[in-house]
C-alpha cells in the first residue's frame, strides 16, 4: 500500500477522503488515483498541511 502515512492521518483523523480532496479543490476519484502510487514528498506535505487545517476547524466546532 502506498503513501501508508497520508492514509493513517486521515483514518486516523477521522476526516474522509471525500472531505480532503474537496479542500484541495479535486475530485475524490483523483486523491484515490494520486494514493496509488507513492508521492512526491511535496505532494505529501500538501496533503498533510490540508488535513492539519481540517483538523483544526473540526476541533474549533
Aim: with cysteine; net charge positive; proline share 2%.
Amino acid at each position: 500500500m502506498q503513501n501508508i502515512l497520508i492514509r493513517k492521518k486521515i483514518k486516523e483523523s477521522g476526516l474522509k477522503q471525500w472531505g480532503v480532496a474537496y479542500a484541495l479543490g479535486i475530485n475524490e476519484s483523483t486523491l484515490t488515483r494520486w494514493l496509488r502510487v507513492e508521492l512526491p514528498e511535496k505532494e505529501k506535505e500538501r496533503i498533510c498541511s490540508v488535513v492539519d487545517e481540517l483538523l483544526k476547524i473540526k476541533k474549533e466546532e
